[in-house]
């Protein structure tokens, strides 16, 4: 039985990645998906999200949104509500993982806008959620941390900062929106093949260092997740087989965090 039949999901991200690969897996469990991001262009290439669901049989729409502008998001989420009537889950894949390096040498320019993404981003979007959640008194909210917001990393200290940030986030609005039947939990990724981060594959201390510390090898020695891995995590935590979770951070690293 598909998990999320006759659920509308609101996916922030969808075009590419994580964000796709969770959009694709939430249409094939039966839910209506729409699709939040700058552009519906996949940067892996291919369809554009919504147009692979509905060949597939399935319903789906794209709406163009800034998540860095307030009047962009608030917009696209009325739009959805207009056309589906109500909103049960939000699935947010923006963000980024740059600037790396060190931290006396991070520009406030670029800090500032990795702050304004991965923080103030899920912030307006977690908020908008909740103003349709709450009344219908049901929903889910899944915002990506990553491992790395749950330890530290050399060189990735905005990274780190923003990510841990979020989690936070996730235990104060799970406490604050308990009693109304919204949950929110993070879900927190560790490396994943996906076409935003092709360079740090191919930078050989990189590769070292996550090989070192990923303790978990799958078949064909393998130690980077597929985003697949990702997206069943985020249909667990979409459905109601996750009802009594809230608060929690649901980690997918292989192991890096047992550490």
Not at 75 to 103: C, Q, R, V, W, Y
Not at 136 to 145: L, N
Not at 233 to 244: G, V
Request: glycine share 10%; with cysteine; hydrophobic share 40%.
């Amino acid at each position: 039985m598909e998990r999320l039949s006759g659920k509308v999901a609101v996916v922030i991200g969808g075009s590419s990645g994580i964000g796709r690969a969770v959009a694709l897996r939430f249409a094939k469990e039966g839910a209506i998906v729409h699709n939040f991001d700058l552009s519906a262009t996949p940067r892996e290439g291919g369809k554009p999200t919504n147009e692979v669901i509905l060949d597939s049989g399935g319903s789906s729409f794209f709406s163009e949104v800034n998540i860095l502008d307030e009047s962009s998001v608030i917009t696209a989420f009325k739009g959805l509500i207009l056309k589906s009537n109500k909103l049960d889950i939000t699935f947010i894949a923006a963000g980024m993982a740059e600037p790396m390096g060190d931290t006396r040498e991070i520009k406030m320019s670029d800090f500032d806008l990795q702050v304004a993404l991965n923080f103030r981003g899920t912030f307006l979007s977690i908020r908008e959620s909740l103003k349709y959640m709450v009344p219908a008194k049901s929903g889910s909210i899944i915002p990506v941390s990553s491992n790395f917001g749950q330890v530290g990393v050399p060189n990735m200290t905005t990274y780190c900062g923003t990510k841990a940030a979020v989690i936070g986030m996730v235990k104060s609005v799970a406490v604050e929106m308990g009693k109304h039947n919204v949950r929110i939990n993070a879900l927190c990724p560790g490396a994943t093949k996906t076409a935003i981060n092709v360079k740090y594959r191919a930078d050989q201390e990189i590769q070292e260092m996550w090989q070192r510390m990923t303790p978990l090898r799958m078949t064909g020695n393998e130690y980077i997740a597929e985003v697949e891995d990702i997206a069943s995590a985020a249909a667990y935590l979409a459905s109601d087989e996750s009802r009594f979770m809230t608060g929690s951070t649901l980690t997918v690293d292989g192991g890096w965090t047992a550490h």
